[in-house]
């Protein structure tokens, strides 16, 4: 009973009045104000990622993902030409925890379910390539998570790319920083996050990547 549930946009915030302005025009007060509306992928300006690349960030991201990934195979499954177009090659930008994971995930099912699904379809001309600017695999983690996670990727048969960055996306490939140009009709962006549509309008400073700064107490 002490809750009152709103299905509305929350298009401002003011901190000083404890208030959240909805697209309607209504506004409600509070004697705290909690934000917690998400954040949204951060493309860092690359040409090309914010029309062309699948970021995995929500279920929605993951659904999208998901029927790329099959759409690809069924089309090369059709038409055995397009694997030489890069049909079947899949770049995963960032090497931290969600490129890694989403890496390690696809090269399993090419491995492990695909042969079954495609009897006539070159499965092994399948390829993953993980890109990441930094020098190791999940960067923020300890030395020997950068051993393991790089050699069960590599294992399975993924690429590793580090010391590189996606400098343009397209709808049939991937440029990188050393000028290399991946023929792919799916970049998998886990490089990175930033803060939602309201941080902007909440009326508090912004750190990086538009993050809300708070109070060190309340800073995980």
Same mark, same amino acid.
């Given at each position: 009973?002490?809750?009152?549930?709103?299905?509305?946009? !929350? !298009?401002?915030?003011?901190?000083?009045?404890?208030?959240?302005?909805? +697209?309607?025009?209504? @506004?409600?007060?509070?004697?705290?104000?909690?934000?917690?509306? /998400?954040?949204?992928?951060?493309?860092?300006?690359?040409? /090309?990622?914010?029309?062309?690349?699948?970021? *995995?960030?929500?279920?929605?991201?993951?659904?999208?993902?998901?029927? $790329?990934?099959?759409?690809?195979?069924?089309?090369?499954?059709?038409?055995?030409?397009?694997?030489?177009? /890069?049909?079947? +090659?899949?770049?995963?930008?960032?090497?931290?925890?969600?490129?890694? @994971?989403?890496?390690?995930?696809?090269?399993?099912?090419? $491995?492990?379910?695909?042969?079954?699904?495609?009897?006539?379809?070159?499965?092994? $001309?399948?390829?993953?390539?993980?890109?990441?600017?930094?020098?190791?695999?999940?960067?923020?983690?300890?030395?020997?998570?950068?051993?393991?996670?790089?050699?069960? *990727?590599?294992?399975?048969?993924?690429?590793? $790319?580090?010391?590189?960055?996606?400098? @343009?996306?397209?709808?049939?490939?991937?440029?990188?920083?050393?000028?290399?140009?991946?023929?792919?009709?799916?970049?998998?962006?886990?490089? #990175?996050?930033?803060?939602?549509?309201?941080?902007?309008?909440? #009326?508090?400073?912004?750190?990086?990547?538009?993050?809300?700064? !708070?109070?060190?107490?309340?800073?995980?």
């Amino acid at each position: 009973p002490n809750v009152n549930v709103k299905m509305a946009e !929350v !298009v401002s915030a003011d901190p000083t009045a404890l208030a959240v302005r909805l +697209n309607d025009g209504q @506004e409600i007060a509070g004697s705290h104000l909690v934000l917690a509306a /998400g954040s949204q992928p951060n493309f860092f300006h690359t040409p /090309g990622a914010d029309q062309h690349a699948f970021p *995995l960030y929500s279920l929605q991201d993951a659904e999208r993902l998901h029927s $790329r990934i099959l759409t690809l195979f069924e089309d090369a499954d059709r038409d055995p030409a397009l694997v030489e177009k /890069g049909a079947l +090659n899949f770049v995963v930008v960032g090497a931290g925890a969600t490129g890694t @994971e989403v890496a390690g995930a696809l090269a399993e099912m090419i $491995r492990d379910v695909m042969p079954s699904e495609y009897h006539d379809l070159a499965i092994q $001309r399948a390829k993953v390539t993980l890109v990441d600017a930094g020098d190791a695999v999940l960067g923020p983690f300890s030395p020997n998570a950068h051993a393991y996670a790089s050699k069960a *990727l590599e294992r399975d048969g993924v690429e590793i $790319r580090l010391g590189a960055s996606v400098k @343009e996306i397209g709808p049939g490939h991937a440029t990188l920083s050393d000028g290399t140009t991946i023929p792919t009709r799916c970049v998998i962006w886990g490089g #990175g996050l930033m803060a939602g549509p309201l941080a902007e309008n909440s #009326g508090n400073a912004h750190g990086r990547g538009g993050r809300i700064h !708070v109070l060190p107490a309340l800073t995980v």
